[in-house]
């Protein structure tokens, strides 16, 4: 089967499932599967939803799942039989080797309650993860979430704060001693400084939701990659905010 073909299969099957799934048109993504913004945030929202209602699913983590994503792309998972011979499945089995599809990229805090796979219910080859304390980034981050971007095709990224942040906690009281952090520590407190100015009236909480705010518009701004695909609406960047007492996720604007 030739790769127009195989493209024409995969769309067709995306119309009649009316699904929200599109395809690229950049040549090199041509027959790969793109989450839009607005599915993969109700993907993230239900999957919260599940998780604080105790109703969690654990998708994509059994043994037979694990085995299976570790060689193929779960997104196209569902198509590799659909009207083809034994030799075309392993044809297109073996294109997919090693390939991965994560609907969403989320930069998260290290703190060990806010897991995001956990607290959004995904499984394996769901989320891109970047995790570093208080939710910042710096340029290894910033070249993993391009990446996510660029080959991946991931078109939501979450950047997600999350209630008592110690993080946050830290570089507030640091800065409003006039002191210096600990060894490395203190690299956390600089890249936050700017949220905890902003709110040096506000208390723990609303320093959190500025920090967010202010890495949501450093990757918002970020050329040469993310901004022009933002400005074009292909990309959403956005902040939220996990509560340690309820479990619930709240978008921010
Ligand atoms: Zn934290």
Known sequence: MTKTRIALLVLTVGVLNGSQVAYASDPAHADQAIVPPAEAMSRLKEGNGRYTSGKVQHPHESSEERAYIATN???????????????E???RRAELTKSQ???????????????PEIV????????????????VIDDQSLGSIEYAVDHLAVR???????????AVKAAKETIAA?????????????AIQPAVEATVNGDLEATVKANVKDVVQALRSSTPILKPKVDSGELKVLGAYYSLDTGSVTFLD
Request: aromatic share 6%.
């Open 178 to 190: 006039k002191g210096k952090a600990p060894a490395h520590i203190q690299s956390l407190v600089m």
């Open 120 to 135: 959004f219910d995904q499984g394996l080859g769901d989320l891109f993860v970047i995790r570093v304390a208080g939710n």
């Open 73 to 87: 792309s779960y997104e196209n998972a569902g198509m590799l039989f659909l009207g083809m011979t034994a030799a």
């Open 101 to 115: 599809h994560p609907f969403a990229i989320i930069v998260s805090c290290s703190d060990s309650r806010v897991p």
């Open 89 to 91: 499945a392993a044809k």
């Open 156 to 166: 939501l990224i979450v950047v997600l704060g999350h209630q008592r942040c110690g």
